[in-house]
């Protein structure tokens, strides 16, 4: 068997697996190895809208979905996943989104020591170039170039005084000192080009001699021995392999792989692990539980006023002067993040910050992700930081079969109660006097649909995810969290897992800023303790 040793290994070439081979190998002491199930970076990637396209595209995505329940109306959701160089942030709608100061106290609050406001902050303003904002808040010079979009309009402008006019103000940043308001879209966007982490984090580093890379190479579990691991025996073309690492093996698989990795490995329920044959190597009942997502309603209105949504202006002669935009000015259609227009704000008196979130796309979508016929405009709309909580555990101990992935949508009654709070202020927004040029009358779920009963049977039979899975390798200190505060696993030495997965509850907005922002925190922790 061909067996290889390095100094760290690292599994998942994704958000955070990209930022932590970077960092490991800049000062040239360690040699690290990489690696990726999926294969090398799609050349459309580089294009914003291929995440439209890639949403439902095998070979660059895993195309995970959830196990049918009553909270899903019996239906399966679809759990997206990118599977090449930079995981997903190769294939989302790179919409840069930080959080809110209170998610990482509340982290800390809980006990995780280092993950505090100030503590993360550091980490953001390092990973990031962006022009904007407050010098003390954001970073210039940092390897993943972020940028307001290009877009404007009377559609943009009337959004903004619809919001002012119910009480939502304009905010320049939402990533800075406070999130709450409306604004446009920064996103991980440079020069009409995509800022995956393969882009920003691994072609830097690609001609350092420290740095292996292996494309294709499926983990199939981690090597231990007694509470140590020392390596991870993988897969390439059918052939097995094996890998020893020195210092530390580094799970950056994301939130689904992450958890059935460690199973796969025998790390995880005991009893779980004995019914399917697998020997338990460390009985950690966390591994698999705490599921998080957004859960979201799209709610739709079609547009009386013509020319003003992209399924007029992307279709016929329109969709080549949005080719011409593209290729002479990098602009358009094709240069923007998957909405364009957001805002967050409070559901209720007495919250200290926005709890729910909405997003505009101004084009309505077929079954298909295609752009319809109809002409008009898709909102978004999810509650910030649910309480409700799945799971997602292996079936098999083939790592090939994908985990059952069980959400539990709306099962805690603040979750509920926040979502169809959120969808009524959307109502407001939408019926201000500023947008009543627009024509727009809605007919997802429609004006008809009034209570709260018939608003959670049309959540329950259409909302999807915003692809945001987190939690499933938690970290805390109680029984049920599976890494400490440094991304150890509990109990077993020289193995830590660095991704969404370790998140105790979501980040409030879009999941890829952290996730990267844990890759690049991983590190320094690292190198830490290798010095």
Known sequence: MFQLTVDFIIVGAGSAGAALANRLTENGRYQVLLLEAGGETHPLSRVPISFAKFITRSGVNWLYSSEPNATTGGRRIPVPRGRMLGG????????????????????????NRGWSWQDVLPVFRSMESYAGGDRELRGRDGPLKVSDIDESGRLYDSFFKAAESIGLQPNRDYNGGDQEGIAMTQA?????????????YLDPARSRSNLTVETNALARALILEGTRCVGVRYQVQGLEREARAAREVI???????????????????????????????????????????????????RVGRHGVTFNERARGLGALWQGLLYICRNSGFLALPASPLRGFFRTREGLDSPDAMFTVQPFLVSPHLKLAKDTGMTIITHQLRPESKGSIHIT????????????????????????????RWVRRLVGAAPLAWLEAE???????????????????????????????????SDVAAVVDDNLRVRGISGLRVADASIMPTLTSGNTNAPSIMIGEKAARMVLEAAA
């Open 442 to 476: 809605e007919f997802a779920p429609g004006p008809q649909v009034e209570s709260d009963e018939a608003l959670v049977d049309f959540v329950t039979r259409t909302a999807e995810t915003t692809y945001h899975p987190v939690g499933t390798c938690k970290m805390g």
């Open 251 to 301: 799970v950056s698989a994301g939130a689904i792989a992450s958890p059935q990795l460690l199973e796969l490995s025998g790390i995880g329920d005991a009893q779980r692990l004995k019914a399917l044959g697998i020997a338990v190597r460390h009985n950690l009942p966390g591994v698999g539980e705490n599921l998080r997502d957004h859960w979201a309603p799209r709610m739709k209105w």
């Open 188 to 200: 991980s966007i440079s020069r009409g080009r995509r800022m995956s982490t393969a882009r920003c």
């Open 396 to 423: 098999s101990a083939e790592p090939t079969k994908p985990p059952a992935i069980r959400f539990n949508f709306l099962g805690e009654r603040i979750d509920r109660d926040c979502t169809l709070a959120a969808m």
């Open 88 to 111: 997903s942030s190769a294939i989302n709608g790179m919409v840069w989104v930080r959080g809110q100061r209170q998610d990482y106290d509340h982290w800390a609050q809980l006990g």
